[in-house]
Every structure is written in C-alpha cells, then in structure tokens.
C-alpha cells in the first residue's frame, strides 16, 4: 500500500516534468530558466514597494506599499483577459495587437521564440506589472487609491499594451528596428514620463515647502533596492528567453551597469556635497540598472561600465538638482530615475550596440552605424508622446468622475490611517514619541 | 515638593540615570523627544538634496522630589549632562502641589519617597 502511494507521488511529481520535456522542441532548460525569471520578475514588485515604502513619510508607508500591491492585482486580471493579446497579437496596423489572444485562449498551442505560449505570457506579465508599479512612485502621499487602481487599469491598456506591441510584438519600432533589449522604452521610460505627467497634473503636496518630506525608514529602502537588484536579473537575462551565453552576457552586464552607476552618484555626491549617502548608492544602483536594460543584450561588459557611470551622473543630476529646479513634486523620483534613466539607456544602446555581441541585435555609432542612434531616437520620442497623451487623457477622463486627490485633511492626517484603517507603527505612536505623524 | 525637568543629550541619559541612582533617586519618567534652542540644527542629505533639521532629538528627565534634594539633583545631570558645547540642553524647576501613590492612596511627600524596607 505505501509503495504503490509513493510511486503514485512520485509519478505525481515527475510527470508534469516527463511531459514537458517529451513536447518536441522545447528545451527544459529554457523554460526552467524563464519560469525562474519571471520570478525573480515578480519580485521585484513587493521589491519596489519597499524600496518606495521607506522613502515616504511614516503615515503614508502602508498606501504606498499597496499602490505597487495593487498593480500586481489588477494587472495580472488585465493581462490575462487583454493585455497580452493586445501586445502580442496579430499586428494591427504596426500599432497594437488583435484578440486572437482574448483570455488566454490559443496560447495553449503557441511557441514564442521556442518558449511555450504560457511561459512567455507570465515572464511578460511580470514586466507589465512592475511599470505600473513605477508610476506611483511619482504620486504617492496625495493620490486617491480609488484612482490609482482605474488608472492603472486604463493606462496598462491604452499605454503599456501600444508600446510593448510597437517595441517587442511585431509593430513599427520591432520593425524600424528600435532596440530595447529588457524594456528601457517599454518599461521604463513610459513609466517615468507618465510619472512626471501625473505629478504635474495631481499637483505638489500639500506640505511641499512648510516640512521635510524626508524618508522614515532607509533600511526598509535598502532592502527594497537589493530586492530589486536580486530581480532584475531575471529582468534583462531571462529577456534572453533562453538559458544561454546570451543571457550570461546580459546578466554580468546588469550586474557591471549597477555598481558603475551606484559609484559614479557617490562620487558626484561627495563632490557636490561632501556626503556618500546610503540612500545615493541604492538610487545610483537602480539608476544604472535602468540605463543597462535596453542594451544589456546587445553591448560589451566594458561599453555597460560607460553605460552605468554616465547614468548614475545623469540621474543624479536630474533628481539632486533639475527637479529642484524646475519645482514639479515627483515624490520618489519615478521620472528622475526611471525616466531620465531610460531614456539614456535607450540612446546609450544607439551608440554601443554590437553586432558581433548579439547578432540578431545591430550595430551602433561606435560601429559605424549612425541610423541605429535614429532610430533609437524615434522609439524614445514615440514612447514620450505616447506617455505623456495617453497619460493626460486618462486621468483628465477620471477626474469627471471622481477626484484624482485625496482631501486636503485626509493628506495631512496620512493616508495609512485614513484610506486603509491601519497603522504601520502602531507600537511606535504608543510609545511617547512626541511626532507620531512626521 | 518640587518637579525637576531636564532636556538633555539623548546619548548622556545612561550616564545621568546611573548618577542619580548613586544619590539614591530611582523614580524618573523618560521621554524622546524633539526640540530646537540655541543649537542650529542639522543638515541631513536625501538624493543630493540637503535639508535643514531644525527639530533635533533630545531626552527629557522628570522627577518629582522634596525641595532640600533638589540643588543636589540639578548639580548632578549639569556635571553629567555637560559637554561644554552648543545643545547641551536645560533643566526647569516647578512646585508641585500634590502626588497621590496610586496602590495605596498615600499623598504627599509620602508617595514619592520610597516606603521603609518591611512595609513593602
């Protein structure tokens, strides 16, 4: 009796497995690899919102936490009901994908790039949830969580799904062809742009210029980063979308861009003000892993040390000094980062790409090829365009219906107690600290 | 009866509790807190951007004691507490007019000094 369980059980266990690895043409290996990576993927979400979670102030760590929490529900419902088919459908017009996808249907019996259908529909899905997630970092502490949930809805519908058709899912700029290896136009300059877009149109916080809208919890923030470090390497290797040199390659290359990136912000930040921060070397890391992410396929391990060192200076320019500049309230710097840092990613790969790195890529400035910085050109400024429209028109449609911030006394009380009913840290505000709320 | 109230360096409390419990004071109540006097505040750096803390992170000491202790006790967290600089903090003396020990109703001086070994 318990032989025949135990074989029972391990039939059970191995058979999905033996299956798998009896369809023809599909490595076990590969689909072993990306499965992994959409993982590490999916990480990266609970990931950011650490990351973000730490940088607001203690009365508004719970909401924020939940913007990125909530962008894994609602956009995995999108994705599995439109959001797939309308990015890797049959191409309509160069613009946007059919419905031959609707709900999944038919991508049982599908092979993208040797991968089966699902696995390649959950390692994307994974992409499309961490940028939405990015948005909030730019409208934390006022935004209405009613909102944001609509928002994040539509705008993964009408921006995210055009774009990643038009970059990865056959249309105009897959065709031109506009580079972007892990989703530097996609993920993060669509992201950043629709960031600066709603900050501009929610307005700054209320507390803007009287208190300092300082971070409550840096190591919360640290571990945030790390997680999204740890990630993203499933991020830019499994966009390999097989457990090859390829991926190898894209991985030291991330890895390379990071460090780069993290030590050129504290080099420029002890120039600037005498301090290493902390919190400069986990912003510089993110910062150079976005400018590595549309290149880390198609680039030299040396060209990602220039890519990353540039990036960190550029993003560290952009948040420590324009944003001060200019005034505009980007709270946790989704533009100044995910922004600025993609947009040079995508320009950067316009100028390293390498053919004889990826030769399914093509060859940059460096090699001859100055039509390729063209078009990378035309990929930022379509997915500029297409943030900053489709991002002005959504929310302008769901301020008619109800309102994009939440009440002014709502934003001074926090929005953890407020909009959710809870208390982060509750022990804390018990214990006689004299500034429960800052 | 007096209330002795003294603001000082969070990083001296150790110090000036292990003093006062020398002189025989064990009863005091501690609080974090923040404040601002003479001391300019701090510069703290968040993403290359600087910000001025004027608020900063002091202790505050209360003790209620009977009035020929009270020189001695201020002698004591000022020898302490002291660093010669800026922020140092501050000490402020006010009457009391009653305390009630609430286990047993006692009143007055009685309820803060500390009952005779046996009657406890």
């Known amino acids: 009796m318990k032989k025949k369980f135990l074989t029972l059980l391990l039939g059970l266990i191995f058979l999905p497995g033996l299956s798998l690895a009896g369809e023809p043409g599909y490595n076990p290996g590969d689909v072993t690899f990306v499965l992994l990576s959409a993982a590490l993927v999916f990480l990266m979400t609970p ?79 994974m992409f499309a949830i961490i940028t939405a997630a990015i948005i909030s970092g730019s409208v934390v502490e ?70 300092p809208l300082m971070p409550h919890n840096l190591p919360l923030t640290i571990l945030g980063a790390g997680l999204l470090w740890f990630g993203w390497f499933g991020f830019n290797a499994g966009s390999a979308l097989a457990a090859n040199n390829l991926a190898a390659l894209a991985f030291i290359n991330t890895n390379t861009s990071a460090v780069m990136a993290a030590l050129a912000w504290a080099l420029t930040e ?115 365009a297409l943030a900053v429209v489709g991002t002005a028109i959504i929310l302008k449609l769901i301020g008619i219906f109800l309102p994009l911030r939440v009440k002014e006394e709502v934003e001074s009380m926090g929005l953890d107690l407020t909009v959710h009913g809870e208390d982060a840290y509750k022990d804390l505000v018990f214990s006689g600290k004299s500034v429960p709320f800052l | 009866m007096k209330k002795i109230e003294a603001l000082i360096r969070p990083q001296k409390l150790n110090e000036v509790k292990e003093a006062l419990n020398k002189l025989g004071i064990s009863g005091m109540t501690v609080t974090e807190v923040v404040g601002c006097g003479q001391q300019k505040g701090q510069k703290e750096i968040y993403r290359g951007f600087e910000y001025e803390i004027n608020l900063l992170p002091k202790v505050k000491i209360e003790i209620v004691t009977i ?46 000094t500390s009952p005779k070994e046996g009657e406890r």
């Open chain 1, 47 to 125: 990931g950011l919102a650490l990351f973000y979670g730490g940088m607001v102030r203690r009365k508004n760590v719970l909401n924020t936490v939940a913007m990125s929490f909530i962008a894994i529900v609602v956009v995995s419902l999108q994705w599995i009901l439109i959001g797939y088919t309308l990015s890797f459908g049959n191409d309509v017009k160069g613009i946007i994908g059919d419905f031959s996808y609707l709900g999944l249907k038919n991508v049982m019996n599908i092979t993208v790039s040797n991968l089966p259908g699902y696995v390649f529909s959950v390692f994307q899905l």
């Open chain 1, 270 to 384: 002890w120039l600037h003000r005498r301090k290493v921060t902390v919190l400069g070397i986990a912003t510089g890391a993110v910062a150079g892993l976005v400018a590595v992410t549309p290149a880390a396929g198609y680039v030299t391990p040396a060209s990602s040390v220039v890519i990353g060192f540039i990036g960190g200076v550029l993003v560290y320019i952009a948040v420590g000094i324009l944003k001060t500049k200019f005034g505009y309230d980007d709270s946790l710097d989704a533009f100044g980062c995910h922004g600025v840092g993609g947009i040079w990613g995508a320009i950067a790969t316009g100028i390293f790409a390498s053919k004889a790195v990826n030769p399914a890529g093509a060859d940059g400035v460096l090699y001859g090829n100055f039509g390729q910085l063209l078009n990378q050109l035309a990929g930022v400024g379509l997915a500029i």
């Open chain 2, 67 to 112: 009035d020929n202790m009270v020189e001695e006790i201020i002698r004591i967290i000022s020898d302490v507490a002291r660093t010669g600089e800026i922020g140092d903090g501050k000490i402020f003396v006010y009457d009391v007019l009653d305390s009630v020990r609430i286990r047993t109703g006692e009143r007055g001086i009685a309820a803060i």
């Open chain 1, 142 to 211: 006022r935004m209405s969580f009613a909102a944001w949930i609509l928002f994040i809805a539509l705008w993964t519908t009408l921006v995210y799904d055009p774009l990643a058709h038009m970059v990865w899912g056959g249309g105009i700029l897959f065709k031109l062809p506009a580079l972007d290896f892990a989703g530097g136009t996609v993920v993060h300059i669509s992201s950043g742009v629709s960031g600066l877009v709603a900050a501009l149109i929610l307005g700054k916080r209320k507390e803007k210029e009287t208190a």
